[in-house]
């Protein structure tokens, strides 16, 4: 294997000049972030309505859902229920998905990448064919898949993620600790007697730690968009739990007569992913020894 | 290099293996019954059990794998439940449009990709580099589903510049590939920039440009055939992208390829499609990354096949 | 031949129906033209043996012929390729004389070997027919195999003597299914598995083309049986359309008929727009969306809480979500069914009577049940109103939304407590209130796997099912139809339903489309009669 499909995730370093207006937008990310971690936090306090309420007249007689107006900022859906209110609580579903089912990514895929990237031998073989395998699956049809062998609920939904989510973590991981586990102060350690525990935990994990947050910050972006596919498809978080995905697929056949109830759910995804995105790539910038000075 | 080669083939073979061992356990262990779709809603028990019993559904999972192999080896992926057709007729018959919707999105991503990041890298540190590297920021955060719909409604139903998704036609082509060469020229842009920039700092061009050269003529004549090199190689792995996504797209433009097959199987169980279809896809991914990594030595001769 | 005339005699021969044979296509309609019909989902094959989906099926219709037939538009039988039949005293032997000179589409003439090939292919487990079940009550249907059906017997080229195990009332329609079609074996055993793509019969139109995916041609079969039908010379489906662009090329003139119907979202502006609104025919038809409420799991073991439930759900409200598309359903036939109750009031609409009839049940404080449901819209959204109006009665309900198979799965084996019918409802195979019962109701499916989702097993009524069933004589259909009433009224003071709604149909056509309204929502060749509409241009 060679390198080149790391590029792709890992873009060359940029000017200085770029790196400060890096940094801008990292502040834009945070900022946006910020807001949707505070809409998810306080959304019982701030949104107008009852998220699940089905209200009588959140609808027209013919069935059609109101357009935004003074009682219901953003309109309503087809339930007749306040889109404001249900994208506020969407936004703690995808937080908790990104979390949780990153987390979980992250997780498995450090602990893959460093296992085969320290011990080598079978156990690293195995495990990065394992990868391998893994990374020639069609990601989206394997999380179909395994949404419908266990019947979906949120935590299934982050759990599938993570599953279909770790590979890219293993890898990169893997790549840092093969090319550490060769340097000349490993070495020495070795040779002075260390166990393998001390270096794995103080030389080893210390230096891969700006991967890992750069890697998770990132994940982050990935996960939201896999959950909003998944439940878009109609194998996501379950209803009536609210989650900017399934309010798209449920509203979708009305998007030429309702666009807002696709597109503002819509902006609210492609908003979060782009933050986590500018935050994930400023930390690479300000953290990643190997990508600094280089221009 | 020939040993490479024969090892990286035998991999794949194994990758591949992989694939299918994990998609059919997966499908055996889903709590919906195939033979429950195959016999309809007015079937007797005793009906059910024959159509298990033809299939080889009621055998254990290790015979039932076997049996798919031992098929898949002899080039025989098995034949629809529902349908009853050929799987392989039927990813025959719909593959043309997934190959052409694929060609069309790497068209539009390579565009799209190539001409942001030589602008943004020639304009580099301007207004412009930041407005164009703040859009690939975008497109790579769009989910498909959003961006095909924003452009049905835009251009379809508002402009009605285009269908409103169908297959058979030019204009039936740009909307799908123009969504997935969007999202997809994110990565493009920044990869061209970066190489451009590298490129543009090599002595040749710095020799070309003191020699006179007009400074389009070395961006396009000199500077642009050596930066794209590595931008090309990249296709390869968008190939492993594009067959993961192709679900979504396929599904909200009514494009008759194999993902929308994939998804209507899936709904009914319909387990030798499901398997035909991922095996397909696994193998085009495994094919790109190969492919990739074999072009990599004539891109950068830092690399050597290993 | 002396023998066969004596054993007629003793028949009781049963005249058709006047206006059965009276039907006269449309004088104005002039033969010529093509016409195109969209469908969003593909075709899964064209074998009348195997297939069972919406769109297949009028296509199917339309491609062969069963020895019975409707009268276009209607849900009255008349003869098909039986040219006439008799009925033995008993009710146990129906003779069917062919009629001559009919040929497949391969030129060969059908005799009565190709009937009897046709009944044992559809019954001989290795063709794996969804509908194999429909022919239990031929004589030998349990032993069905390569060898055929014992009761199915050629007495001379044109005639089939069919034999029955017991007295059926829905025996003629069952020759009229879709099942019951004829092919010839030649055809069948040189495509092998894949006669579904080279269909071969004796219907109206042939297959001309076929590109998998994306659209089918049919052309009209110019030596068909019946004189002056088809009109059209071919008809062209589209596949892989979706309803909103179909509904978008309509309005452009490029299409005839979305298959599909309206969908929701242009609804409204069709039926506000004059012009439009008079080109969509609305008609009744045979489907019923129900709650399957589990009568193994508690509570829905106590009958308090079945009428409970069928008391809280506001079915108006359902009604609305769909855009009024349906009419709210009180009992499990719908109204366009034969043996429907008229009159019947059912459990209205009164969540405070629903939390009293809970108490009495010792649930004042409610409980909590899972709700399945199929994950294509919009029945996610109905399941929720449905939550919304349990939980307003205090019984919390999660809702499972799953792909078909999966909800199919849990509730054949019984595991689930709450099952939304949308997207996997009844509508019937064919037009006679015992459809509804058998598999749905009956104790015959409630075993594992059946589709009797409630398992609800009332065995008196089973009984009386089966003398409904037996009462094959016309004479007697009245009294055949109110014991069917009785019947779905019996099931109604149990409630193992809620029934919700009855969906009608709207088919929008082009302006150069004719042919009179019922034909546009055919009861039986869903969504239009192929064989029996023309174009103005």
Request: glycine share 10%.
């Given at each position: 294997m060679t390198d080149t499909g790391a590029d792709r995730a890992i873009p060359r370093p940029r000017g200085a000049a770029a790196r400060l207006i890096g940094r801008k937008l990292a502040l834009v990310g945070l900022v946006l972030i910020g807001l949707v971690v505070a809409g998810a936090l306080f959304a019982p306090w701030i949104a107008p309505f009852d998220p699940n309420d089905q209200m009588f007249d959140g609808l027209t007689l013919e069935g059609a859902p109101m357009p935004p107006d003074g009682k219901f900022l953003l309109g309503t859906d087809l339930l007749g229920r306040d889109l404001l209110s249900r994208l506020l609580y969407g936004a703690q579903t995808s937080l908790i998905i990104g979390v949780v089912a990153n987390g979980l990514a992250l997780l498995i895929g450090t602990l893959v990448g460093i296992t085969a990237g320290f011990f080598r031998g079978w156990i690293g073989a195995v495990l990065m064919r394992f990868t391998d395998l893994m990374m020639a699956f069609p990601a989206l049809l394997l999380a179909i898949s395994l949404a419908a062998i266990f019947q979906p609920s949120l935590w299934i939904v982050a759990m599938v993620i993570a599953l279909v989510n770790w590979v890219q973590t293993a890898r990169v991981i893997y790549t840092e600790t093969t090319s550490l586990a060769t340097r000349d102060f490993i070495a020495a350690e070795r040779t002075l007697g260390a166990s393998t525990s001390r270096i794995l935990f103080r030389h080893i994990l210390p230096h891969l730690i700006p991967t890992i947050i750069v890697w998770g910050t990132l994940g982050i972006s990935t996960t939201v968009l896999l959950e909003a596919t998944l439940s878009f498809l109609g194998v996501?978080?379950?209803?009536?739990?609210?989650s900017w995905g399934n309010i798209i697929f449920e509203n979708q056949t009305y998007f030429q007569t309702a666009p807002w109830l696709v597109f503002i759910p819509g902006a609210a995804i492609i908003l979060l992913a782009l933050a986590f995105n500018l935050v994930g790539d400023a930390l690479r910038d300000v953290l990643d020894p190997t990508q600094r000075g280089r221009d | 290099m020939a040993a490479y080669l024969i090892r990286r083939l035998i991999q794949s073979a194994l990758i591949l293996l992989g694939v299918s061992f994990i998609t059919f356990f997966l499908l055996y262990v889903l709590?919906?019954?195939p033979v429950r779709q195959i016999a309809g809603r007015s079937a007797t028990a005793q009906t059910v059990e024959n159509i298990r019993e033809q299939l080889g559904l009621d055998k254990p999972f290790v015979v039932q794998y076997g049996r798919y192999l031992t098929g898949l080896l002899q080039g025989d992926m098995g034949r629809s439940y529902l349908q009853k057709t050929e799987v392989a007729e039927l990813i025959l018959s719909r593959l043309p449009a997934t190959l052409l919707l694929m060609l069309g999105a790497i068209v539009c991503e390579l565009v799209l990709g190539l001409s942001m990041g030589i602008a943004a890298a020639l304009w580099r540190g301007r207004a412009v580099d930041q407005a164009l590297m703040m859009t690939s920021f975008i497109t790579v955060s769009a989910p498909q589903f959003v961006v095909s719909l924003l452009l049905l409604y835009v251009f379809a139903v508002r402009l009605g510049w285009f269908p409103i998704g169908g297959y058979g036609t030019f204009a039936h082509l740009v909307l799908p590939a123009l969504t997935l060469g969007i999202l997809g020229s994110g990565w493009y842009s920044r990869m061209m920039r970066s190489s451009m920039i590298d490129v543009l700092r090599a002595d040749y061009i710095r020799t070309a440009r003191a020699k006179g050269l007009g400074r389009a003529r070395v961006v396009l004549r000199h500077a642009l055939p050596n930066a794209i090199l590595p931008v090309i190689a990249m296709i390869g792995i968008d190939i492993g992208i594009f067959m993961g996504g192709i679900v979504v797209v396929e599904s909200v433009f009514g494009w008759p390829g194999i993902g929308q097959l994939a998804w209507q199987a899936i709904q009914r169980v319909d387990i030798p499609i499901i398997m035909g279809v991922t095996l397909v896809s696994a193998f085009a991914i495994v094919i790109g990354n190969l492919l990739a990594d074999l072009i990599a030595p004539f891109i950068d001769p830092r690399i050597t096949l290993r | 031949m002396q023998k066969l005339l004596a054993s007629t005699a003793l028949m009781l021969t049963l005249a058709l129906p006047a206006a059965a044979q009276d039907y006269t296509p449309d004088p104005a309609a002039k033969p010529g033209g093509s016409i195109t019909i969209t469908y969003?989902?593909?075709?899964?094959?064209?074998d009348p043996a195997i297939g069972y989906d919406w769109q297949n099926w009028s296509m199917i219709k339309s491609l062969y012929d069963g020895l019975m037939d409707y009268v276009p538009g209607t849900t009255e039988l008349r003869p098909g390729l039986a040219e006439t039949y008799e009925i033995s005293p008993d009710g146990l032997v129906y003779t069917f004389k062919l009629r001559p000179g009919v040929k497949f589409h391969n030129g060969r003439e059908m005799t009565a070997e190709d009937v009897k090939y046709s009944l044992d292919r559809v019954t001989n487990p290795e063709t794996q027919s969804p509908g194999a079940g429909f022919f239990g009550a031929i004589a030998g249907f349990d032993a069905a195999g390569p060898d055929g059906l014992s009761g199915v017997e050629v007495v001379d080229p044109s005639t089939v003597r069919i034999t029955l195990s017991r007295p059926d009332a829905t025996f003629l329609h069952v020759m009229a299914l879709n099942f019951a079609s004829v092919v010839p074996k030649e055809a069948v055993e040189e495509a092998g598995p894949d006669f579904g793509k080279k269909p071969v019969g004796t219907g109206a139109f042939k297959l001309a083309e076929w590109t998998l995916g994306q659209r089918l041609v049919f052309e009209k079969n110019a030596d068909y049986w019946r004189d002056g039908v088809p009109f059209l010379d071919s008809v062209v489906f589209e596949v892989g359309q979706e309803p909103v662009v179909a509904l978008l090329r309509l309005q452009n003139g490029e299409v005839d008929v979305p298959g599909d119907g309206i969908p929701p979202a242009k609804f409204m502006e069709v039926m506000g727009d004059p012009a439009q609104a008079e080109r969509v025919v609305q008609g009744g038809q045979l489907h019923t969306g129900y709650i399957t409420l589990n009568v193994t799991i508690p509570p829905f073991d106590k009958l308090e809480v079945r009428k409970a439930v069928n008391m809280a759900i506001n079915k108006d409200r359902i009604t609305q979500i769909i855009n009024g598309r349906a009419v709210p359903a009180n009992q499990p036939l719908p109204p366009s069914m034969p043996g429907y109750t008229e009159g019947y009031a059912g459990y209205a609409f009164d969540p405070d009577g629903a939390k009293a009839l809970l108490a009495e049940a010792g649930l004042a404080d409610g409980f909590e049940t899972d709700l399945y449901a199929m994950n294509t819209d919009p029945n996610p959204r109905i399941a929720q109103a449905i939550q919304q109006d349990l939980a307003a009665v205090g019984i919390t309900v999660n809702i499972l939304s799953l792909a078909q198979a999966n909800v199919i799965e849990a509730g054949g084996a019984g595991t689930a407590p709450m099952i939304w019918s949308g997207g996997m409802a009844w509508i019937a195979d064919?037009?006679?209130?015992?459809n509804f019962y058998g598999p749905i109701l009956g104790c015959a499916g409630a075993g594992e796997g059946g589709w009797n989702w409630s398992k609800f097993c009332d065995e008196t009524l089973d009984a009386k099912a089966i003398e409904a069933d037996s009462m094959f004589d016309p004479a007697k259909s009245a009294d055949r139809l109110k014991l069917w009433s009785d019947v779905y009224m019996g099931v109604m003071v149990q409630a193992?339903?809620?029934?919700v709604f009855n969906e009608e149909r709207y088919t929008m056509k082009s302006e150069r489309m004719g042919g009179e309204d019922a034909l546009y929502v055919d009861p039986v060749s869903i969504p239009v009669n192929y064989d029996y509409v023309w174009v103005k241009q």
């Amino acid at each position: 294997m060679t390198d080149t499909g790391a590029d792709r995730a890992i873009p060359r370093p940029r000017g200085a000049a770029a790196r400060l207006i890096g940094r801008k937008l990292a502040l834009v990310g945070l900022v946006l972030i910020g807001l949707v971690v505070a809409g998810a936090l306080f959304a019982p306090w701030i949104a107008p309505f009852d998220p699940n309420d089905q209200m009588f007249d959140g609808l027209t007689l013919e069935g059609a859902p109101m357009p935004p107006d003074g009682k219901f900022l953003l309109g309503t859906d087809l339930l007749g229920r306040d889109l404001l209110s249900r994208l506020l609580y969407g936004a703690q579903t995808s937080l908790i998905i990104g979390v949780v089912a990153n987390g979980l990514a992250l997780l498995i895929g450090t602990l893959v990448g460093i296992t085969a990237g320290f011990f080598r031998g079978w156990i690293g073989a195995v495990l990065m064919r394992f990868t391998d395998l893994m990374m020639a699956f069609p990601a989206l049809l394997l999380a179909i898949s395994l949404a419908a062998i266990f019947q979906p609920s949120l935590w299934i939904v982050a759990m599938v993620i993570a599953l279909v989510n770790w590979v890219q973590t293993a890898r990169v991981i893997y790549t840092e600790t093969t090319s550490l586990a060769t340097r000349d102060f490993i070495a020495a350690e070795r040779t002075l007697g260390a166990s393998t525990s001390r270096i794995l935990f103080r030389h080893i994990l210390p230096h891969l730690i700006p991967t890992i947050i750069v890697w998770g910050t990132l994940g982050i972006s990935t996960t939201v968009l896999l959950e909003a596919t998944l439940s878009f498809l109609g194998v996501g978080v379950q209803p009536p739990t609210p989650s900017w995905g399934n309010i798209i697929f449920e509203n979708q056949t009305y998007f030429q007569t309702a666009p807002w109830l696709v597109f503002i759910p819509g902006a609210a995804i492609i908003l979060l992913a782009l933050a986590f995105n500018l935050v994930g790539d400023a930390l690479r910038d300000v953290l990643d020894p190997t990508q600094r000075g280089r221009d | 290099m020939a040993a490479y080669l024969i090892r990286r083939l035998i991999q794949s073979a194994l990758i591949l293996l992989g694939v299918s061992f994990i998609t059919f356990f997966l499908l055996y262990v889903l709590p919906a019954d195939p033979v429950r779709q195959i016999a309809g809603r007015s079937a007797t028990a005793q009906t059910v059990e024959n159509i298990r019993e033809q299939l080889g559904l009621d055998k254990p999972f290790v015979v039932q794998y076997g049996r798919y192999l031992t098929g898949l080896l002899q080039g025989d992926m098995g034949r629809s439940y529902l349908q009853k057709t050929e799987v392989a007729e039927l990813i025959l018959s719909r593959l043309p449009a997934t190959l052409l919707l694929m060609l069309g999105a790497i068209v539009c991503e390579l565009v799209l990709g190539l001409s942001m990041g030589i602008a943004a890298a020639l304009w580099r540190g301007r207004a412009v580099d930041q407005a164009l590297m703040m859009t690939s920021f975008i497109t790579v955060s769009a989910p498909q589903f959003v961006v095909s719909l924003l452009l049905l409604y835009v251009f379809a139903v508002r402009l009605g510049w285009f269908p409103i998704g169908g297959y058979g036609t030019f204009a039936h082509l740009v909307l799908p590939a123009l969504t997935l060469g969007i999202l997809g020229s994110g990565w493009y842009s920044r990869m061209m920039r970066s190489s451009m920039i590298d490129v543009l700092r090599a002595d040749y061009i710095r020799t070309a440009r003191a020699k006179g050269l007009g400074r389009a003529r070395v961006v396009l004549r000199h500077a642009l055939p050596n930066a794209i090199l590595p931008v090309i190689a990249m296709i390869g792995i968008d190939i492993g992208i594009f067959m993961g996504g192709i679900v979504v797209v396929e599904s909200v433009f009514g494009w008759p390829g194999i993902g929308q097959l994939a998804w209507q199987a899936i709904q009914r169980v319909d387990i030798p499609i499901i398997m035909g279809v991922t095996l397909v896809s696994a193998f085009a991914i495994v094919i790109g990354n190969l492919l990739a990594d074999l072009i990599a030595p004539f891109i950068d001769p830092r690399i050597t096949l290993r | 031949m002396q023998k066969l005339l004596a054993s007629t005699a003793l028949m009781l021969t049963l005249a058709l129906p006047a206006a059965a044979q009276d039907y006269t296509p449309d004088p104005a309609a002039k033969p010529g033209g093509s016409i195109t019909i969209t469908y969003k989902d593909d075709v899964a094959t064209l074998d009348p043996a195997i297939g069972y989906d919406w769109q297949n099926w009028s296509m199917i219709k339309s491609l062969y012929d069963g020895l019975m037939d409707y009268v276009p538009g209607t849900t009255e039988l008349r003869p098909g390729l039986a040219e006439t039949y008799e009925i033995s005293p008993d009710g146990l032997v129906y003779t069917f004389k062919l009629r001559p000179g009919v040929k497949f589409h391969n030129g060969r003439e059908m005799t009565a070997e190709d009937v009897k090939y046709s009944l044992d292919r559809v019954t001989n487990p290795e063709t794996q027919s969804p509908g194999a079940g429909f022919f239990g009550a031929i004589a030998g249907f349990d032993a069905a195999g390569p060898d055929g059906l014992s009761g199915v017997e050629v007495v001379d080229p044109s005639t089939v003597r069919i034999t029955l195990s017991r007295p059926d009332a829905t025996f003629l329609h069952v020759m009229a299914l879709n099942f019951a079609s004829v092919v010839p074996k030649e055809a069948v055993e040189e495509a092998g598995p894949d006669f579904g793509k080279k269909p071969v019969g004796t219907g109206a139109f042939k297959l001309a083309e076929w590109t998998l995916g994306q659209r089918l041609v049919f052309e009209k079969n110019a030596d068909y049986w019946r004189d002056g039908v088809p009109f059209l010379d071919s008809v062209v489906f589209e596949v892989g359309q979706e309803p909103v662009v179909a509904l978008l090329r309509l309005q452009n003139g490029e299409v005839d008929v979305p298959g599909d119907g309206i969908p929701p979202a242009k609804f409204m502006e069709v039926m506000g727009d004059p012009a439009q609104a008079e080109r969509v025919v609305q008609g009744g038809q045979l489907h019923t969306g129900y709650i399957t409420l589990n009568v193994t799991i508690p509570p829905f073991d106590k009958l308090e809480v079945r009428k409970a439930v069928n008391m809280a759900i506001n079915k108006d409200r359902i009604t609305q979500i769909i855009n009024g598309r349906a009419v709210p359903a009180n009992q499990p036939l719908p109204p366009s069914m034969p043996g429907y109750t008229e009159g019947y009031a059912g459990y209205a609409f009164d969540p405070d009577g629903a939390k009293a009839l809970l108490a009495e049940a010792g649930l004042a404080d409610g409980f909590e049940t899972d709700l399945y449901a199929m994950n294509t819209d919009p029945n996610p959204r109905i399941a929720q109103a449905i939550q919304q109006d349990l939980a307003a009665v205090g019984i919390t309900v999660n809702i499972l939304s799953l792909a078909q198979a999966n909800v199919i799965e849990a509730g054949g084996a019984g595991t689930a407590p709450m099952i939304w019918s949308g997207g996997m409802a009844w509508i019937a195979d064919f037009p006679d209130p015992s459809n509804f019962y058998g598999p749905i109701l009956g104790c015959a499916g409630a075993g594992e796997g059946g589709w009797n989702w409630s398992k609800f097993c009332d065995e008196t009524l089973d009984a009386k099912a089966i003398e409904a069933d037996s009462m094959f004589d016309p004479a007697k259909s009245a009294d055949r139809l109110k014991l069917w009433s009785d019947v779905y009224m019996g099931v109604m003071v149990q409630a193992p339903w809620v029934p919700v709604f009855n969906e009608e149909r709207y088919t929008m056509k082009s302006e150069r489309m004719g042919g009179e309204d019922a034909l546009y929502v055919d009861p039986v060749s869903i969504p239009v009669n192929y064989d029996y509409v023309w174009v103005k241009q």
